[in-house]
């Protein structure tokens, strides 16, 4: 599944001995990652970066994101032993990081916690954010109404429609939605105008990027918030099977909620670190949003990473049924994890994520979100690749409230005027 | 030895004026349209040409200039396109540059798009998001096919940081007038003329102003401060309109040559800054 890491990757993993170093003062992961933006902004990613240095080793600062995260978004987060799904498939131990149990139900939280107090320690009054599924526009929206910023999410055109209950709950909260119609109008659009509004209000508004992407220091410091979820699940593992898993599996959009599950574990090399990526329809249909599998090396985003573009480096659209996955790149250090061989990373297509969503429902009374049923689908096909010995903890990055729509639809158990029909989702 | 670009500047200063720089996407409304409009901005006076290269993503664009470009990708403009348009142009005489985003060159590789764009008879790039930090393999790829490898500075950079854009940059450095989006503008705003003065500490090089300017009078202020007068949206809205209004290809290119001679107009009739 992946390439032969090139001998320059060689040579970075020989330099990794400590893992921590990344990225390098500049942003760098290897040769990913950096800040290609405009000038205009170079200004506050500067500002950011030693406010985020400051904050990190302020221990006032921790203190109360500690606190938030426990007594607010309800961590730890449980380590959940998942009988059924075991014995289906024939006996590796299964155990699941409960994302989906925090406040605003994803491992979104973690990251907006941290940065809306970063907001505030910056003195400035307002956030923006993109959006996909729009868990990280319900997070950023929840943290603003408890911090009292003014929040604007943006979120392309056809997300709103594909999680039209996220555009409501995003109001609720206070927060403005807006719809973005340029380009593709999903994700990477979002991300486009969240920009543009961004080089125009630098001066008060923070960009709360909601994934491990972005220019330099957003992958360092989302990565930092999410890692929360390796160190809690890294210890319930050792607690209840005094060992370490043999694999770590998560579902790959941007790459936050993998790459806070794998970091604490990368000094293990013992321990296998799998993303699974959307393979959409396919990667071979060209409908998919799986960066490594199908990308290459380009800029994005303000980023050096993997991504889908055609010859003349444009952008590709991205397909996924997961409109949490549904974007043409990945964060810089995944590039970084690929290359060298740390981790591996797999397609998941639509499919598969919907029979795994179906399963787990049905087994562990757990409905989870499109973009988590991704790491099942992959999980499953881990688990009996490395037998019944082994233990494989999955991370179950939100619960599928939001989708029972899309899935409703998807098993046929909606009609299209939205009424009920009695079929049976296992086909 | 002197660019072109340099000795336009330098014939610029001793005629008393600021230099026109005019950018208009190639693609836009086809090939062949966009050539016979930057044709027709050059004929009206505009002295520079930058030839946009329409891109997926253009997160440092406002509407008029994101709509060009995207009717542009949906015709099928190519990187080859985009040299064909600079040759057209240049061979009017006009130094004339690429405008893009810098994933295009990446991916085309720096190398071989700076020998294909010096082959065409281009003076260079300007590369809004490549930062200095990662430009070496371009600045080795512009100096060896002598092309001016041009950048911005913003009313938010630092000092230290005009001085690290201006250390690289060749023909002239690009001072963004406002922290914003490309598209039209009321006012030029009170940071440019700021911003022309930190960037004189610091360098020798011409400094052109861009963003927002799109009449003959804002090109007289502007000229009263700046040695180049970049005008992008307003000269791109002309050709959107024509296309919405259908009012013809010839009637479009009258109205580029209109607008052209106004601002043409307004960069030899410096409006002395005051003090
Ligand atoms: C539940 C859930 N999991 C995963 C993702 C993908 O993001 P990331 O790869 O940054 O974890 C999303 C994004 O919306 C999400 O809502």
């Known amino acids: 599944m992946s390439a032969t890491p090139s001998a320059e990757a060689g040579a970075v993993r020989a330099q990794a001995e400590n893992w921590q170093a990344f990225p390098d003062p500049a942003g760098h992961f290897g040769r990913f990652g950096g800040r290609f933006v405009p000038e205009a902004l170079m200004a506050a990613l500067d500002e950011l970066t030693e406010a985020y240095d400051q904050a990190r080793a302020d221990e006032g600062f921790i203190a109360e994101l500690d606190g938030l995260l426990a007594t607010y978004a309800g961590r730890p987060t449980p380590l959940t032993d998942a009988h059924r799904l075991t014995e289906h498939v024939g006996g590796a131990r299964i155990l699941l990081k409960r ?69 409501a709950r995003m109001r609720l909260l206070g927060a403005e939605v807006v719809p973005v119609a340029s380009g593709s109008r999903t994700l990477k659009d979002a991300i486009n105008e969240a920009m543009r509004d961004w080089v125009a209000t630098v001066e008060h508004t923070h960009y709360c990027i909601g994934s491990v992407m972005g220019p330099h220091p957003f992958p360092m410091m989302v990565r930092d918030f999410q890692r929360i979820i390796g160190v809690e699940a890294r210890a319930q593992v050792l607690d209840r099977t005094g060992r370490l898993p043999d694999a770590v599996v998560a579902c790959v959009g941007g790459g936050s909620n993998a790459m806070g599950i794998f970091h604490p574990f990368i000094p293990d090399t013992g321990v296998a670190l799998i993303g699974c990526e959307a393979g959409g329809d396919g990667v071979a249909t060209g409908r998919h949003a799986a960066a490594i599998a199908g990308g290459s090396s380009g800029v994005l985003h303000g980023m050096r990473t993997f991504l889908l573009q055609d010859e003349f480096g444009q952008t590709q659209v991205s397909h996924s049924i997961s409109a949490g996955l549904d974007y043409p790149g990945i964060g810089p250090e995944h590039a970084l994890l690929h290359e060298t061989g740390r981790a591996s990373y797999r397609v998941v297509d639509d499919a598969a994520a919907m029979a795994a969503l179906a399963l787990v429902a049905r087994t562990e009374g757990i409905l989870v979100a499109i973009e988590s049923a991704h790491a099942f689908a992959g999980a499953l096909d881990v688990a009996r690749e490395l037998g019944p010995d082994a233990t494989v903890v999955v991370n179950c990055s939100g619960r599928g409230d939001k989708d029972v729509d899309t899935a409703a639809r998807w098993f046929g158990l909606l009609d299209d005027a939205g009424a009920a029909v009695d079929v049976d989702p296992r086909g | 030895m002197q660019s072109r670009l340099d000795e336009r500047f330098t014939a610029a200063r001793e005629e008393g004026r600021s230099l026109l720089v005019g950018y208009l996407p190639a693609g836009y409304p086809t090939v062949d349209g966009g050539i016979a409009a930057m044709r027709a901005m050059v004929a009206a006076g505009v002295d520079v040409v930058e030839v946009g290269l329409p891109y997926s993503d253009p997160t440092m664009d406002g509407p008029v200039i994101q709509d060009a470009a995207d009717a542009a990708l949906r015709g099928g403009v190519t990187t080859a396109d985009v040299l064909r348009t600079v040759e057209a142009v240049a061979a009017t005489g006009a130094p004339t540059l690429v405008m893009t985003y810098w994933n295009p060159i990446d991916r085309y590789g720096p190398a071989r798009f700076a020998a294909d ?130 009012v013809g290809d010839a009637a479009a290119l009258d109205g580029i040559g209109r607008l052209a001679a106004e601002l043409a107009e307004g960069v030899r009739a410096p409006v002395p800054a005051s003090a």
């Not at chain 2, 949206?233 to 309109?241: E, G, I, N, Q, T």
């Open chain 2, 117 to 246: 764009l010096a082959a065409a008879g281009g003076a260079g790039a300007i590369t809004p998001d490549l930062p200095p930090e990662e430009a070496a393999p371009w600045l080795a790829a512009s100096a060896e096919h002598g092309l001016d490898p041009v950048f911005l500075v913003a009313p938010s950079s630092s000092d230290a940081r005009i001085r690290l854009v201006a250390g690289i940059s060749r023909g002239f450095v690009y001072a963004a007038s406002l922290m914003g989006v490309t598209g039209t503008r009321a006012s030029v705003g009170t940071h440019a003329a700021d911003l022309v003065a930190r960037v004189r500490a610091t360098t020798e090089l011409p400094v052109a102003v861009g963003l927002g300017v799109s009449t003959g009078a804002q090109a007289a202020e502007v000229a009263g401060f700046a040695d180049g007068v970049i005008v992008g949206s307003a000269l791109v809205k002309v050709l959107v309109d024509a296309q919405r209004s259908g």
């Open chain 1, 99 to 167: 994302e989906d149990l925090a406040h605003t139900g994803s491992h979104k939280i973690n990251n907006v916690l941290g940065q809306c107090l970063l907001t505030k320690r910056m003195g400035k009054t307002r956030v923006i954010a993109e959006t996909g599924a729009g868990q990280h526009g319900v997070a950023t929206a929840t943290a603003s109404a408890l911090l009292g910023l003014d929040c604007v999410v943006y979120m392309g055109e056809e997300d709103t429609r594909r999680q039209a209950l996220n555009v």
